[in-house]
């Protein structure tokens, strides 16, 4: 062991990173920039779950005092107050049933005009709920706190009554408008991972091939060629994107068969969805190639492009729960549009027409991502 | 039309570097051009400006009659860089087919592809990996692929740097071969002994072209015996000749 040429290694280490002023300001920046993401996410005041409830309950004469009560409207009350986690908005049944649909309320009980009738009869209180379902997260929390909700009526029933009798059984009667309760977490995240994957290895790969292009000379001699700027672009896209559709193909057989992962969708939509992924990556990918010299910087591009993203595309954290300002910035990332086109089809059975504004949005972003590309090919020749 | 390529009064600037200024020569068909002339002293920048890959400032660059840059006439145009410029993970005959096709080659593909990896005697390593080979036979693999398309125009920027003198002499007789079939070849080059076997020079040195004629004409002008001196001549030449305010940017 020598310690001069191990200090001198040492020091050429470091001569080498801060001859890269690159590196040293990602290093030093990126962490930050994607804590501070982190950070606003994890600490936002999260959006209360929404419930409807649809009151048609016309009450019933409790046998215990004698007196007329309205179970409906009380369970309404103590649910209110249960929990700042969950909002609940009286409305007619036929709003509640669209709102549910569009995936504005996370749940709707709907307590008929028997409900305290039926109840006192049957000494058992059943609440009727259909939970959205896409977040089985969410479905969970609500099932404890509407428990919770049910028990704290009763509770106040017994003591107006002056007498304590056992409190009668609460019981749920669960539906669900989209997945169900064999969904769980998996299937929530199931959708994101099969996008991700896509969008991650097509960058990677069509940055380290482009830049490579570049360093090797032969995107010059291309340029020597007849061949067309944008049929460079198109070329790239057409054949990474059968890769990507491989690979698509391969984790979405995966996840289905080998993981369970529920589906409810139309496959064929998820491709259209995954192929456009892929040649929005494969743009981004040749974009930001020119701005990295070596392998490295390409991969110091990957917690900026992708981390960041991925953090904002609602794919841990539902976009609308995010802070109201941060909404947009999220919606401006492709992954978000993409993440919830994929949870629309594999858990809700979308299909092609109904995720048409997510579809048209990255085809959008996917456009402008050509043009890009294509122009950057340019950079380096013809100066 | 007789020439091949005419460079009519080409002017280029860099950010800090004037490449070309005011350059002009003019390339027979079916010769050999040799561009001698240091480092810097605007060959490759020459070269590129005949492809088109950059648009000269002022003046004008002409292909076979076509005004550069031009996308349609690069099918007729042959390009090996001074990089060997290949796809390491991909064979040599792989190679070659994709420039073949990209390159614009109307006809078989297949034969000419054959034929330019036969040229460059690589036919049995026409399935190896270029990674796998050595740099003489990515060297001769890049000239197959510059010529695969059969191009009446080829440009070979500093083709022998680093090529043994064996595989030097075997690049010569493939030019003479082509030149043969009647098409033009413009090489830079800053060997002069190599110089010697081009139809016609042009010694460049910082952007202009110093002199131009048959390697025995410019020995015979500068009135030297060998060309490295006639070159040094020139030079020195043009140096006092740019004291006058003629001469400057």
Known sequence: MSTTRILTLARRVIQQLAADKRTIA????????????????????????SIGLVL????????????????????????????????????????????????????VITLPADFSARTVAARELTIPVEYEGSNPMAAQLLAGLL?????????????????????????????YRYGGAHFDTMDYLAPVFIGL???????????VAFLRERAAGTLERLQATPIRRIEIVTG?????????????????????????????????????????????????????STFARNEFQVVQFIPLVVVTQILLSGALWPVEEMPAWLQPVAWLMPLT??????????????????????????????????VLAAQTVRRGVNT | MVYAVEINNVH????????????????????????????????????????????????????LGTKMPNKAILSRIGYMTQQTALYDDLTVRQNVEFFAVVGGLNGDVRAAVDEAIALVDLTDRANSRVRELSGGMKQRCSLAVALVHHPDVLLLDEPTVGVDPQLRVQFWQHFRQLNAQGVTLIVSSHVMDEAERCDRLGFLRGGLLLAEGTASELRQRAGTATLEAAFLRFADAAVSSSQSPVASS
Do not use: W
């Open chain 1, 26 to 49: 990602l290093i030093l920046f990126v962490p930050l920039a994607v804590m501070t993401v982190a950070g606003i996410l994890v600490r936002s005041q999260s959006s209360p779950l």
């Open chain 1, 56 to 107: 048609e309950d016309e009450g019933a004469v409790i046998p215990l005092g004698n007196r007329q009560v309205n179970l409906g409207q009380r369970l309404a009350e103590s649910l209110g107050s249960v929990s700042d986690v969950i909002q609940i908005q009286v409305m007619p049944a036929a709003e509640a049933r669209a709102r549910l649909d569009a995936g504005e309320l996370d749940a």
């Open chain 1, 147 to 175: 428990t919770r909700g049910a028990v704290q009526t009763l509770a106040s029933l017994s003591v107006i009554g002056g007498a304590t009798v056992t409190a009668p059984p609460v019981h749920l009667q669960e539906t």
């Open chain 1, 197 to 207: 994957f896509v969008f991650l290895f097509v960058f990677i790969l069509t940055s």
């Open chain 1, 236 to 288: 790239y896209m057409l054949g990474f994107a059968l890769f990507a559709l491989a690979q698509a193909l391969i984790i979405l057989g995966y996840t289905i068969f080998g993981l369970n992962v529920h589906y409810t969708g139309n496959l064929a939509v998820i491709f259209v969805v995954e192929f456009l992924l892929a040649l929005m990556a494969v743009n981004l990918g040749i974009f930001f």
């Open chain 1, 337 to 370: 549009h993409a993440n919830r086109a994929l949870r629309d089809v594999m858990i809700k059975g979308f299909d092609l027409i109904q995720i048409a504004p997510f579809v048209l949005a990255l085809v959008a972003f996917a456009s402008a991502f050509v």
């Open chain 2, 12 to 63: 280029k600037r860099f950010k800090n570097v004037h490449a070309l200024r005011g350059l002009s020569l003019n390339v027979e068909r079916g010769i050999t051009y040799g561009l001698l002339g240091p480092n810097g002293s605007g060959k490759t920048t020459l070269i590129r400006a005949i492809i088109g890959l950059l648009t000269p400032d002022s003046g004008e660059v002409r292909v």
